[in-house]
């Protein structure tokens, strides 16, 4: 006997995925309380993520990239360099499977939803976890100068992201 499990949702939110990032809009609160707070914890595969509707175009979780993140830990690299980091999902999984990890993002915001939110909430230190809130095309030739080496490298750049021109030598 198969029982079928319903699941209550509290409030559902949608938003409109346009071409051109002026047109991008936070997501929209299409049933639930509107006076509840607009931020709150999921959780996948037993890791937390804090995530926010309220604070900007995206809540601040990937959800397309779940197996990616899976992967990530199951596969425990000793160091990850996690580019364009936002909130930092990736650094989190290598954390808890052991890694070291550098993060880099463009934005000071994100290093603060990255810290406060998902690596407190999983109850990580920051000792082995560095954040550079940076651009990542400026920081990648500073981190091979040092010769830093790394055994998994994220690269999932924002879809609105202007790559730099850049010619190819002939």
């Known amino acids: 006997m198969v029982r079928s499990r319903r699941s209550a949702f509290a409030r559902i939110f949608a938003?409109?995925?346009?071409?051109?990032?002026?047109?991008?809009?936070?997501?929209?609160?299409?049933?639930?309380?509107?006076?509840s707070d607009l931020q709150t914890t999921?959780?996948?595969?037993g890791v937390h993520f804090r995530i926010d509707f309220?604070?900007?175009?995206?809540?601040?979780?990937?959800?397309?990239?779940?197996?990616?993140?899976?992967?990530?830990?199951?596969?425990?690299?000793?160091?990850?360099?996690?580019c364009?980091?936002?909130?930092?999902?990736?650094?989190?999984?290598?954390?808890?499977?052991g890694a070291s990890t550098v993060s880099i993002d463009l934005s000071?915001?994100?290093?603060?939803r990255a810290v406060a939110r998902n690596f407190t909430i999983n109850g990580m230190s920051m000792n082995q976890h560095r954040f550079l809130a940076d651009d990542v095309f400026d920081v990648l030739p500073r981190l091979a100068r040092?010769?830093?080496?790394?055994?998994?490298?994220?690269?999932d750049p924002p879809t609105f992201r202007a790559l730099p021109r850049q010619t190819i030598p002939s």
Do not use: H
């Open 15 to 35: 938003r409109f995925l346009p071409k051109k990032n002026a047109e991008r809009e936070s997501p929209e609160l299409v049933a639930g309380d509107r006076d």
């Open 42 to 45: 999921v959780m996948e595969c």
């Open 54 to 82: 309220g604070g900007s175009y995206s809540a601040g979780l990937f959800v397309d990239q779940r197996e990616n993140r899976q992967f990530v830990r199951r596969i425990a690299p000793r160091k990850l360099l996690n």
């Open 84 to 97: 364009f980091a936002y909130t930092c999902s990736f650094s989190v999984v290598a954390g808890l499977a």
């Open 108 to 112: 000071r915001k994100s290093r603060w």
């Open 146 to 155: 040092k010769g830093e080496k790394f055994d998994v490298i994220i690269l």
